[in-house]
């Protein structure tokens, strides 16, 4: 088994997921009372954020490739960024280790065209839905993709920042949520990227009638096949 190391804690309340969703897959596919080999940097999330408020992603950026490289030298043969936001900054941690980076809209972009969608509807951050460097990515790998209007781009992300982040799940909110979804498959959308791993928190699939895909979940599955391959 290969040691996954995983930079969590932005927020924690998504990246402990990471580790349930590792172990526990790990756990079936290999039986008894086997878990996963893990190496775990987590952070305090005010200090990221703080960063991420001030435009200061040069900061945040070499804070996660120091550690990234820590990992490494402790003996982790990949790296997992447990969290979409921050792969704003995956060029620094990949220019600084030489074993595997997976990032999070690869992996999406290959579960999105593996059931057959081209059009997404993309929820995340302001920063995710509106930079280039996530966007970018999935339309590289040949997807289409939709975002929220203005007004619901800003609720979206203030939910995640003052809610999801805080451990607060508000049934107000989670049916915003799904007004918005619906409103992007009018647009077109068939099927929904959950582009901030707290999302999963707040809107299932069970929720929704299109294609779901919690990048949480898809993330964690890629690095359990690369530990386990």
């Known amino acids: ?40 940097r987590s952070y305090d999330f ?56 997976i990032h999070i809209a690869d992996a999406t972009a290959d579960a999105v065209k593996a059931e057959g969608i081209q059009a997404v509807a993309l929820l995340g951050t302001r920063y995710t839905m509106e930079q280039d460097f996530y966007r970018g990515r999935l339309t590289a790998h040949g997807l289409e993709v939709l975002v929220p209007g ?6 979206v ?20 949520y799904l007004e918005i979804i619906a409103r992007l498959q009018e647009r077109g959308a068939e099927g929904v990227i959950a582009g901030c791993t707290e999302i999963e928190l707040l809107v299932t699939p069970d929720d929704v009638d299109l294609p779901y895909f919690p990048t949480a979940r898809i993330h964690a599955m890629a690095a359990v096949d690369f530990a386990l391959q």
């Open 46 to 101: 005010d200090q990221i954020e703080t960063l991420q408020a001030a435009g200061n992603w040069e900061a945040a950026g070499q804070l996660l490739a120091d550690d990234a490289a820590r990992l490494e030298e402790a003996g982790a043969d990949v790296i997992v960024l447990a969290t979409n936001t921050m792969h704003k900054v995956a060029r620094q941690i990949e220019d600084v280790t030489r074993i595997p980076f």
């Open 1 to 40: 088994m290969r040691t996954i190391g995983i930079l969590g804690g932005m927020s924690w309340e998504s990246s402990i997921e990471y580790e349930r969703i590792i172990n526990e897959a790990v756990r079936e596919r290999l039986g008894g009372v086997h878990s996963a080999d893990l190496l775990i």
């Open 157 to 176: 992300h203030d939910v995640i920042f003052n809610e999801l982040v805080q451990g607060r799940i508000v049934e107000e909110s989670k049916q915003r």
């Open 150 to 155: 203005a007004g619901d781009r800003t609720f």
